[in-house]
Structure formats: C-alpha cells, structure tokens
C-alpha cells in the first residue's frame, strides 16, 4: 500500500491510498481518482517533500537569532553584575531587618545611609504607606550576600 497527498484541481488537498504507484497511475486515467471535496477527478501528487534547502535556511535564521538571544543575556548579565556590585559596595545589607532599619532612618533614630535587604510585600506596602521611600530590587540586580545578617 502507498498513500499519496493529492490535489485536485480546485486545490483540495487530500489522501488516497494505493496498492501501488503503478495502480495510481491506472485509476487516475480511468478517472477513478476523484476528490472527496468536489468530485473532480482532474488530481495531481501534491508536493509534500520536505524542501531541505529551506529547513536549513530555517536552521541558520533559528541559530542566528539564539546568538543574538545569548549576546542580548550576556550584555543583560554584565550590566547587572555592575549594579549588583555597586550596590554591594554603596549600600549595607541588612537581611530580613529591612523594614526596621528602613523606618529608624526614615525617622531619623539611625543615620542615613543606603540599605538593601529583604522585606515581606506587606512589608512593603507599610513602608510605602508610612511614606518610607524604597524601591523594588529586581532579583537580577540583587547582590547576592555570602553572610546572612540575623
Ligand atoms: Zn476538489
């Protein structure tokens, strides 16, 4: 048995079977071939081969734009190591006593200085609301410290 993609006339694409090519060929000039859509028996083989030289165009468009992808990252990256490393240098880790240090020196109990540190978005919302000015550090530019305050 060998099944074709045919096509007829009108384009309806559709698939027959045959015991073999030879015998497609006899049931085609008999016009035993028809289209299931319109009845036309004026058929042809579609062409269903894979076209190589454009897969591999596709390949090249494909492993070109993944290199592009990866500069892109890697530009991302190193500008973030630079801002992850400013801030480590610029500004004191507090850890998880965020939200307390940020208030004593927004009320001025400590002296003012840049901090960084984790708080809950409740947390958060608090601060904001207590007009505490922070900022949200995207988890890309956060220095990642090797000791953990408690
Ligand atoms: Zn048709």
Redesign the pocket.
């Known amino acids: 048995m060998i099944k074709y993609n045919l096509i007829?006339r009108?384009e309806?694409e559709f698939e027959a079977w045959f015991s073999s090519s030879s015998d497609y060929d006899t049931q085609r000039e008999k016009r035993l071939v028809q289209?299931p859509?319109?009845n036309?028996a004026k058929v042809e083989k579609a062409i269903m081969a894979p076209n190589v030289s454009t897969s591999r165009k596709k390949d090249k468009i494909a492993s070109k734009q993944l290199e592009s992808q990866k500069k892109a990252m890697a530009m991302m990256n190193a500008a973030a190591s630079k801002v992850r490393k400013e801030i480590e240098e610029k500004c004191d880790y507090v850890g998880d006593k965020f939200a307390d240090e940020a208030r004593a020196i927004h009320y001025g109990e400590k002296s003012e200085r840049a901090i960084y540190g984790e708080a809950t978005a409740s947390e958060a919302a608090e601060l904001h609301d207590e007009g505490v000015g922070i900022a949200p550090l995207p988890d890309i530019l956060a220095p990642k410290p090797s000791k953990k305050i408690n």
Request: proline share 0%; hydrophobic share 0%; with cysteine.
């Open positions: 007829c009108h309806h289209c859509y319109c036309s």
